[in-house]
Nanobody, 124 residues
């Protein structure tokens, strides 16, 4: 069982930055690949970024966030991060972190554990 708690969301002007954190419970955090997803009102939940298990040597991003967002993990702190720079109004959404025991992937249905989400609002 893994419990995930996101934090770090807020209101920021376009061009600004935020760092989201996702703290995980459990002693097996290292073994899970982690992902960040987001959902804007009226839209489906979409993949944003993912990082492989253990060393986190493999990362992958949604095209529209490449070069602006960076996912990382600190296994000693059981935490995964999403550094978001050059934010745009279209990045406004509820951001979720999730954990999967499968190989790191973009499919939300393969992620077993989810946090409650943290709201990111980018004003123009």
């Amino acid at each position: 069982q893994v419990q995930l708690v996101e934090s770090g969301g807020g209101l920021v002007q376009a061009g600004g930055s935020l760092r989201l954190s996702c703290a995980a419970s459990g002693r097996t955090f290292n073994s899970y690949a982690m992902g960040w997803f987001r959902q804007a009102p009226g839209l489906e939940r979409e993949f944003v970024a993912r990082i492989s298990s253990w060393s986190g040597s493999s990362t992958y991003y949604k095209d529209s966030v490449k070069g602006r967002f960076t996912i990382s993990r600190d296994n000693a702190k059981n935490t995964v991060y999403l550094q978001m720079n050059s934010l745009r109004p279209e990045d406004t959404a509820l951001y979720y972190c999730a954990a999967t025991s499968y190989t790191s992937n973009n499919d939300p249905t393969l992620y077993r554990y989810w946090g409650q989400g943290t709201q990111v609002t980018v004003s123009s």
